[in-house]
């Protein structure tokens, strides 16, 4: 008796609770339809009904939302195709998106088929009406299939699509244009819908603030949510707005009073000197001018190398660094001092041209200029040079020029030679000397072993014989 009467209970609990459940179609056709159309919010793309009110993400815009799409190049749900036993929408680039519809009696022709016919089939002999989802005449039964064919029509984007009367999805029926809107099954006019009311009371564009020197756009929960404004160069972001900068004005220099001091033995042309108002400070130099630069041309192999020679061997595929050091003797700084290098033909590039350390730009065959050296003071111009396949063997001059002074660097030219090989032509080590040479020289300690093998054996054969 106990069990009849919780099964009774459980029973009454189940048929109460169906009632108040709202239906499949109730909850589907109240006045606006789901999917409708799609809006940015933020930096996503938002599902919105027919009404206007925000229901579930699209897409996510990672390069930002801008007219109701992403920002990017591919149109998205630009076409169905099929895949499988299943319709999937594609964008405009060929990728593939979400789930389009599931065709139960496969798919063909970029159609869910029905008993083997494609939807893309002609049926203009029937005539549907578009609102009331029932056909008018003829139904498509096709045999055993229970969905008519073309029963209604509803928008999916901003298109309008024929809808069977199961509810599955069918083909395009018209594409609505610029200026209207899919709306109830079909193209209409366009009117701006009245605001998107926040969902669950988010706002995305709640507030502007200032981050570095641009206004950015921060969500209800505070969160950076895209750029409002960049300041820019002329402006400053201050208290969440951007302020002009004040223009600078530079404070003209008071003009300082020249005094010309004559008859210090030198020739001040800054402080108002010259060979008028002070001929003995001022004397024109009429000896002809001689170049006091002193040039120097080195070359090495081993980059990490701190010996720089007057020679070099170079093999094939390899690699020479040169030097060349300006040295100014004279008293006096030397101006527009220029540097060049004739370079053998077997070298077939370079670069990393430097100056004092330094990149600089230019061509060292046809000549760079330094700039000035002050007296007793040396220039050192750095640069590579690389060498291909060399099939004979020769030896040649790399020649530095400037000022009239010139330098040159021996540059023995091997097919077979290492490329690490490099030729120390000036400065030779120093022959070892001395006590310590003699103990270098390996052939006399090899002769002062065998005499004490020879003593030793002379003194045992002498004690041998003793005993």
């Known amino acids: 008796m106990n069990k009849l009467i919780t099964i009774g209970v459980l029973a009454l609990v189940i048929f109460v609770s169906a009632l108040a ?6 909850a589907q056709y109240t006045g606006c339809y789901y999917h409708a159309q799609q809006g940015c919010i933020g930096n996503s793309l938002y599902w919105l009904d027919s009404c206007g009110n925000m229901q579930d993400l699209a897409q996510y815009c990672p390069n930002g939302c801008n007219n109701n799409s992403c ?9 169905e195709s099929c895949q499988g036993n299943n319709l999937y929408w594609y964008d405009s680039c060929g990728n593939q998106q979400d789930l389009a519809q599931s065709c ?14 494609s939807n893309n089939y002609n049926y203009n002999s029937y005539n549907y009406n578009s609102y009331n989802y029932n056909s008018n005449s003829n139904n498509y039964n096709n045999n055993s299939s229970s969905c008519t064919y073309h029963a209604y029509k509803l928008c999916s984007g901003n298109s309008v699509y024929w809808y069977d009367s199961c509810d599955n999805k069918q083909d395009l029926f018209s594409s609505c244009t610029i200026g209207q809107a899919c709306q109830y099954g079909q193209c209409a006019a366009y009117v701006q819908p009245a605001p998107i009311q926040p969902y669950n009371n988010y706002v995305a564009h709640y507030r502007t603030a200032c981050y570095g020197n641009s206004l950015y756009w921060y969500d209800s929960l505070g969160a950076a949510s895209g750029l409002y404004k960049n300041c820019g160069a ?3 972001c201050k208290t969440n707005v951007c302020v002009a900068n004040a223009p600078v004005v530079t404070p003209t220099p008071t003009p300082v009073p020249v005094k010309i001091s004559c008859g210090n033995g030198f020739c001040e042309p800054n402080s108002g000197e010259t060979i008028t108002n002070c001929p003995n400070d001022c004397k024109i130099n009429t000896t002809p001018a001689v170049s006091t630069i002193s040039v120097s041309f080195f070359a090495k192999q081993d980059a990490s190398s701190t010996q720089w020679q007057k020679a070099a061997q170079v093999g094939s595929n390899g690699q020479v660094l040169f030097m060349i050091s300006l040295l100014n003797n004279s008293t006096t700084q030397i101006d527009n001092v220029n540097v060049s290098a004739n370079i053998p033909s077997e070298i077939s590039s370079l670069g990393n041209l430097q100056i004092n350390g330094v990149s600089v730009a230019g061509d060292i065959i046809t000549g760079i200029n330094v700039g000035s050296i002050a007296p007793s003071t040396t220039k050192l111009v750095n640069f590579e040079g690389k060498t291909q396949t060399i099939s004979t063997a020769s030896a040649k001059q790399a020649i530095a020029s400037s000022n009239g002074q010139t330098d040159n660097v021996s540059l023995d030219f091997s097919p077979s030679q290492p490329v690490a090989a490099v030729v120390a032509a000036v400065v030779a080590a120093p022959a070892t000397t001395g006590f310590l040479g003699f103990l270098k020289r390996w052939y006399i300690w090899i002769l002062a072993g065998l005499v004490l093998v020879l003593l030793f054996v002379v003194v045992f054969r002498r004690l041998s014989s003793t005993v």
Request: overall charge negative; aromatic content about 12%; charged content about 5%.
């Open 104 to 117: 139960q009696s496969g798919c063909s022709n970029n159609a869910c088929s029905y008993n083997g016919y």
């Open 234 to 236: 002329d402006s400053t």
């Open 21 to 26: 459940m709202p239906s499949v179609a109730s």
């Open 71 to 79: 920002n990017n190049n591919c149109s998205y749900h630009s076409y």
